[in-house]
């Protein structure tokens, strides 16, 4: 069997809580052979030779979950209407550059210069 996945689910945006819905895709390849035997693997299902359905709920619910992304954020620039959340974006951007300033005049290791070790 080959299964394509191709969708979105419906989550929060990671960078700035908005609600979106992000694009998942994935293709899985998974074998079925006929055996008596019962040591199925992840790419690999035996059923037996009077089995008369196959229940795969379970595998299309784990490719899925294989599928989805780590983080939650996609390129929604492109979009229109945006489902950005931009007073949060703009907040997180006043930020990182406050951080940015503040790395740049402090520097934590200047104190350290004039220590002397004793071995």
Sequence with gaps: MN???????????DRCLADIKLPVKGSYDLLIKVSDTETD?????FIKED????????????????????IN?????NENPAPCNTEILKKLNETSGKMDESKTDDNIWEGLKGIQLDN
């Design 3 to 13: 299964i394509e996945i191709d969708g979105y689910y419906s989550t929060i945006c």
């Design 41 to 45: 693997n992840d790419e690999v299902i």
């Design 51 to 70: 089995e008369s359905k196959l229940l795969l709920a379970q595998i299309f619910f784990e490719y899925i979950c294989l599928s989805m992304p780590w």
């Design 73 to 77: 954020v996609y390129e929604c620039e």
